[in-house]
């Protein structure tokens, strides 16, 4: 049974910052490109940032050199370093795992249940 459970979601300020840690079980973590994605209220899911199983990092725009996305193989758990968080950042933010076989071409993709992000004064 596949899970990934996030964590570290809150409420800061504008201008704070928040570590969203999201732990896998149940894959082989360490072959499983790793995303944070997020969606606000009444708005579609869109992503935030991904990190590859050689450690290449991928960041939408919005994101950049605001956030950082690491991952511990050993720990099978992603992190999303979130700074000088403003208020467009509030959202539920999700971990996704994703694999395409090379073989098949077949897709494992997984989703967490997600974790509160808001940021407001």
């Known amino acids: 049974q596949v899970q990934l459970v996030e964590s570290g979601g809150g409420l800061v300020q504008p201008g704070g910052s928040l570590k969203l840690s999201c732990a896998a079980s149940g894959i082989i973590f360490s072959i499983y490109v790793i995303g944070w994605y997020r969606q606000a209220p009444g708005k579609q899911r869109e992503l935030v940032a991904t990190i590859t199983s050689g450690n290449i990092t991928n960041y939408a725009d919005s994101a950049k050199g605001r956030f950082t996305i690491s991952r511990d193989n050993a720990k099978n758990t992603v992190y999303l370093q979130m700074n000088s968080l403003k208020p467009e950042d509030t959202a539920v933010y999700y971990c996704?795992?994703?694999?395409?076989?090379?073989?098949?071409?077949?897709?494992?993709?997984?989703w967490g249940q997600g974790t509160q992000v808001t940021v407001s004064s």
């Open positions: 996704n795992a994703e694999l395409t076989s090379r073989r098949t071409g077949n897709v494992f993709k997984y």
